[in-house]
T-cell receptor, first 114, second 114 residues
Framework: AQSVSQHNHHVILSEAASLELGCNYSYGGTVNLFWYVQYPGQHLQLLLKYFSGDPLVKGIKGFEAEFIKSKFSFNLRKPSVQWSDTAEYFCAVNPSSNTGKLIFGQGTTLQVKP | KAGVTQTPRYLIKTRGQQVTLSCSPISGHRSVSWYQQTPGQGLQFLFE???????NKGNFPGRFSGRQFSNSRSEMNVSTLELGDSALYLC?????????????FGPGTRLLVL
């Protein structure tokens, strides 16, 4: 079955630390990849997406992600986190054979200490 | 442009009752998807509608159903509620149902079943 795995369930960082959240998926075909963020009390918002082309994609608020096809990975990075980045982060995959259906990872809760 | 709106935002029901949740997509968006979010199972796909037709369905029992109207608004219905149906129900809309579409999420309806 298609699945998405986020290895880090809870991450605690100090402000200015670098962030990398892992995401791996199990699907052999073409995929579209997303990272969504859910700030406390707010709805899911799109951080960035990858459809094709340059495997390094940049999103909002200084986030970026790299698609490594050989590793079935789409890791999220930020060089320097801020307290306002405290949120839950979800990796999602849309296998091209299933239009509209997003398969989500379990989410990673990021806590940034001021 | 207004985002995805969902009504009601909060709902308390008792076991055995049924419930109807409503979703209004972003203006111009014709595809609507529904997801269930729980602490244990995370975000799970329920179904997807485009042009009043269900295009995709997740692995949920038949008690979960939905429909889409000609103005793209969508409703989902859960009959014979069970305690385990307590969850945040999220609606997402996209311009169309293509594989390279981005889904934008609403704030959700939080359902509590007693």
């Amino acid at each position: 079955a298609q699945s998405v795995s986020q290895h880090n369930h809870h991450v605690i960082l100090s402000e200015a630390a670098s962030l990398e959240l892992g995401c791996n998926y199990s699907y052999g075909g073409t995929v579209n990849l997303f990272w969504y963020v859910q700030y406390p009390g707010q709805h899911l918002q799109l951080l960035l997406k990858y459809f094709s082309g340059d495997p390094l994609v940049k999103g909002i608020k200084g986030f970026e992600a790299e698609f490594i096809k050989s590793k079935f990975s789409f890791n999220l990075r930020k060089p320097s986190v801020q307290w306002s980045d405290t949120a839950e982060y979800f990796c999602a995959v849309n296998p091209s054979s299933n239009t509209g259906k997003l398969i989500f990872g379990q989410g990673t809760t990021l806590q940034v200490k001021p | 442009k207004a985002g995805v709106t969902q009504t009601p935002r909060y709902l308390i029901k008792t076991r055995g009752q049924q419930v109807t949740l409503s979703c209004s997509p972003i203006s111009g968006h014709r595809s609507v998807s529904w997801y269930q979010q729980t602490p244990g199972q995370g975000l799970q796909f329920l179904f997807e509608y485009f042009s009043e037709t269900q295009r995709n369905k997740g692995n949920f029992p038949g008690r979960f159903s939905g429909r889409q109207f000609s103005n793209s608004r969508s409703e989902m219905n859960v009959s014979t509620l069970e305690l385990g149906d307590s969850a945040l129900y999220l609606c997402a809309s996209s311009l169309s149902a293509g594989v390279k579409e981005t889904q934008y999420f609403g704030p959700g309806t939080r359902l509590l079943v007693l």
